[in-house]
């Protein structure tokens, strides 16, 4: 098993649709975070969940809702998503996120399209 | 504002010449810098990072970088180009005290050309 496992690897959706990601971290890591990538931007910071307790939302819109149900697992649930939601949606993990010197491990990402 | 700067959106280079990926940043405080590889299709994986100390940091696959306090710079080097080194690059920077933020530069799409 790799580290980060994100499933799925694509999904398509339309705007009415309700999906969910997955994550599962492998590593003991008690952080979990959610990114996402746009094309030529920087990573954006969705959520952070430390020991299963969200610790950050940035600002992101209520049409996305994380779930954390254990260190291990992390969900982002979609609901009635926009075209411009499309995007990478990676998942990450780390020892202690109070530790900013310690490196991120990230999944292999799922690629959401919504028409 | 914080910020890192990749100024570069792509960088060509030929097989087995030198590379260097450009990275400056503008936090206040001391920073922590990083260097991520992204391979196609694939999430980010961690090449390097500087903490403290020696300045020149050695990381993953023959990559180096350098970090500059005077230059606010973090430049990603490697002395000898392979094709298998194209990717994108991401440059990222955290602050001791500040709770899992990382402040990351937009990319550097590497191209190496046999």
């Known amino acids: 098993e790799t580290g980060v496992t994100q499933t799925p690897r694509h999904l398509v959706m339309g705007m009415t649709n309700k999906k969910s990601l997955k994550c599962e971290q492998h590593?003991?890591?008690?952080?979990m975070y959610w990114y996402k990538q746009s094309a030529k931007k920087p990573l954006e910071l969705m959520f952070v969940?430390?020991?299963?307790?969200?610790?950050e939302n940035n600002s992101v819109p209520s049409r996305f809702s994380p779930e954390c149900p254990n260190s291990s697992h992390l969900f982002l649930h979609l609901h009635t998503l926009q075209p411009e939601d499309s995007a990478l949606y990676l998942c990450?993990?780390?020892?202690?996120?109070?530790?900013?010197?310690?490196?991120?491990?990230f999944g292999e990402g799922s690629r959401l399209t919504v028409l | 504002a914080q910020s890192v700067a990749q100024p570069e959106d792509q960088v060509n280079v030929a097989e087995g010449n030198p590379l260097t990926v450009k990275c400056t940043y503008s936090?206040?405080?001391?920073?922590?810098l990083f260097w991520y590889v992204q391979y196609p299709n694939r999430g980010l994986q961690f090449l390097l990072k500087?903490?403290?100390?020696d300045n020149l940091v050695k990381g993953s696959y023959g990559f180096e970088a350098e970090f500059n306090k005077s230059q606010t710079s973090f430049h990603l080097k490697k002395p000898s180009a392979l094709v298998s080194d194209s990717a994108l690059y991401f440059c990222?920077?955290?602050?001791?005290?500040?709770?899992?933020?990382?402040?990351w530069g937009a990319g550097t799409k590497l191209i190496i050309k046999p």
């Open positions: 990450a993990s780390s020892q202690d996120p109070r530790i900013t010197s310690l490196e991120l491990f």
């Open positions: 590593l003991g890591h008690n952080a």
């Open positions: 969940y430390s020991l299963e307790e969200r610790v």
């Open positions: 936090v206040s405080g001391n920073p922590y």
């Open positions: 500087y903490i403290t100390g």
């Open positions: 990222a920077v955290s602050l001791e005290y500040s709770n899992y933020q990382l402040i």
